[in-house]
């Protein structure tokens, strides 16, 4: 056997220099992979830092290495979100969820440029389907009921899943933001309960006053006129 | 085949790959600086001024010592060729000592083992790139030619192997410790009583600690301990023993095969492969033939030696496992994977008696993976020092060097050209050459950067992106705030046009943000 270990290694060698020069291509795209991940936390990173133009760089360079990197497309669809290019932004997010389906972040991405396109019934389903895939979604919760209890000609069933959706919103963040009582004190009015949305915008008032958030004072105490003249914000 | 031809084959490849790679692992740097300190007067020290024990290897930090005593005028590059050609020797020595063995314990595959040795790729790169690996690899063969096959005076040669273990890195006790309960174990057909192995073992250990007590002292006298501060560091960052945990470690790694989550996928694996890069079937196949070495014990129709040696096996993949789950760190892998290249060897020598053609199909196959690995990894190591570590993390080096100011501080992971070449005060994670991170980990009770950032507060930051991006998500105001980005080094567009595997590695150290401290 030892005599022919010789022969057998000259053959190896020779079929391993044989396939380094035969499988270039096929190496190359796995080459890719490595690099896209590098490039994908230098997007993020630039975009965390207030940098949508760098980080739309990197994540082009991540996605041109890893064409089916879904999360690489969300993000590159948030740096276009913050350039204010909301058409290109949403093909990013529609192709990432075509990618992955099963994503909460870029329906919640859609639905928030559906809002500023003043399409609230585009953004409501958008922010449903971003609950399937994520129950506990917190912005998708806050911004859906806040549509639900504000938006005009809207149901009562539609206040109490408002309701519903708020109280689970604030569950997820102990600390109460403002912003959530703000919808919650809606959610009620939307539903009837207007005791209760007093209740709970004078809260969110003496809250807001505590932090010396005055735009936010002056909007919950409008808001807190309405409701204890028994009108929610739907105009209703 | 003579064992000098083994020896000199072993040589030749190893420099061969040094010439074609003029590979520098980082920590050979890290090492190095202390090696320099001390020929230079300042002490065996990483940081003139602060007596801290920041390498793990005796031999690996006094023999670039002496090598650039030798080389003239001093220079680096010929002290780090002349380690190279001990190294590279040691390595070939370890080749030829498994090709004796296999032929003494009467494998028809001596030659085998032999190639399948010399062609190990982590094992060749480990032996040039500036590490101790060539000289653990040779006292560890030297010490399984000892217990299994030495005649005359084997305490003695053990004994040897031991202490040369225990200089070459302080957790050769591990190797040690294994091996001897291992041959416990299954040393009932050796015809050597237990009474006889346990004299042999004391007799070994008493020489081990003849050879090895002089430098134990003195690193105890000189450091105020014999701990290596980078032990130090590394078991603050991985945490506390347990031994049910090591228990079920042992078993996931008998029942790798099912699942695959431990050393065992690293083993024949290139360096640095958990990074990625390299084709998927790959750890599988690595994940399969150790499993099978590491397993041969249960078979009764093994000699003794090969079941002790499967045992033992196991036995350090629990080890690596526990510490390092699926990827150790590169140099750890060697050892294991010279005992399991002798029990794989050893196995195929017997398969030939009962199918010849299936014994040389596999033969083939094993040399073809071998040495088609051993190519590729070539062809990384030389992209990856041009291009990432003399092209980029040299060049970060240097330009801090350049722009910083003296007694500034720089965190970051990458200790070896960062440290070197800079000059600076270094805060690395975990702390290897810095007892303040250690310190600093321990009194926030954490091992997160942020919040060794927050209370080092170094003046420099260098973090990867995926780092940088793992502290803008955590803690955002210590980018935003506390730190302003200075510059970036970045050169993944060269990389990433080179057609080489594992760019998983070149990936990883390609880009470069620098930031420096702005708040007080």
Known sequence: MNRLLVPFSAVAILCVIWWRTTSGTWRLDRVAQSFAFSHFHMGHYRLATGSPEGAEASLRLAIQAAPKSYAALSQLGLSLMRQGRFDEATQCFRDSLVLEPAQAEPHVELANIDLQKNDSASAIQHYRAALQVEPNEISALNNLAWLLATTPRSSKEEGNESVKLAKNALQQAPDEPLVLLQTLAAAYAASGDFSNAIATAEKALAKATNEANQQLVNTLALHLERYRSGQDLRGN | MPTRTVFISALLIALGYALFTDRVWEDYLITYKSSKNLVQGHGLVFHPGEKVHTFTSPLGVLLPAACLVIAPGGADDVALWVFRLLSASAFAGAVALMFRLGTAAGYGSASLLALACMTDAKSVDFSINGMETGFLLFFLAYMLWSLLKSEQKSWLHLGIAWGGLMWTRPDGVIYIAVLVLSTFLFSKHSGRSPVAWFRLFLQAGAVCTVIYLPWFITAWVYYGTPVPHTITAKANAVGSLDFWGVVLTWLRVQTSILMPTTASEALFMPSANFLGGWPSWLPRVSAS?????????????????????????????????????????????????????????????????????????????????????LIEVAALSKVEQKLVDEGNRKVIGEWLRDNATPGDTMFMECLGYLGYYSGLKTYDFPGMSSPEVVAASRKRKTIVWDALIQELRPTWLVLRPIEADRIIRSTPQILTRDYEEIRVFDVSDQVQKLNVYGQGLLAFDSTFIIFRRVAP
């Open chain 2, 289 to 373: 033939l150790s499993w099978i070495a590491a397993v041969a014990w249960v078979w009764r129709g093994f000699g003794w030696q090969m079941r002790a040696l499967s045992f033992c096996l196991g036995l350090l993949l629990t080890y690596l496992t526990y510490f390092a789950g699926q990827a150790p760190a590169s140099w750890y892998l060697p050892g294991p994977t010279l005992i399991a290249l002798f029990i794989l060897s050893g196995m195929l020598g017997q398969l030939r008696y009962v199918s010849p053609r299936l014994t040389m199909t596999l033969t083939a196959m094993l040399l073809g993976l071998g040495t088609w690995m």
